[in-house]
């Protein structure tokens, strides 16, 4: 079982940055895609950005701009994908987990970390 730990959520004034972390007990060559997606309170889990094996990167079109999607690319017995979040808007509160679809074994969640966007 795949064991993945985010860390660098908070609270942040609109406007202001932060960065997510998010480690996976797994080298990155057993690893297709390393992901983020977010639920807002009363709404369902959607997907903000994505990071494949070729480097190649997807999001959300409200994010577009604002938020940067990276990853480790060194080879190690562990693999760690960011999120670069800044310009925040009280829009963008959420639980934000991490997701990593491995080549074999199929996907595992994190456990998720809580961005507040307030004033």
């Known amino acids: 079982q795949v064991q993945l730990v985010e860390s660098g959520g908070g609270l942040v004034h609109p406007g202001g940055s932060l960065r997510l972390s998010c480690t996976a007990s797994?080298?990155?060559?057993?690893?297709?895609?390393m992901g983020w997606y977010r639920q807002a309170p009363g709404k369902e889990r959607e997907f903000a950005a994505s990071?494949?094996?070729?480097?190649?990167?997807?999001?959300?079109e409200s994010v577009k701009g604002r938020f940067t999607i990276s990853r480790d690319s060194a080879e190690s017995a562990e693999s760690t994908v960011y999120l670069q979040m800044s310009s925040l808007k009280p829009e963008d509160t959420a639980v934000y987990y991490c997701?990593?679809?491995?080549?074999?074994?199929?996907?595992?969640w994190g456990q998720g970390t809580q961005v507040t966007v307030s004033s």
């Open positions: 997701y990593v679809l491995r080549y074999v074994g199929g996907g595992s």
């Open positions: 797994i080298s990155i060559s057993n690893i297709a895609i």
């Open positions: 990071i494949n094996s070729l480097g190649i990167t997807k999001y959300t």
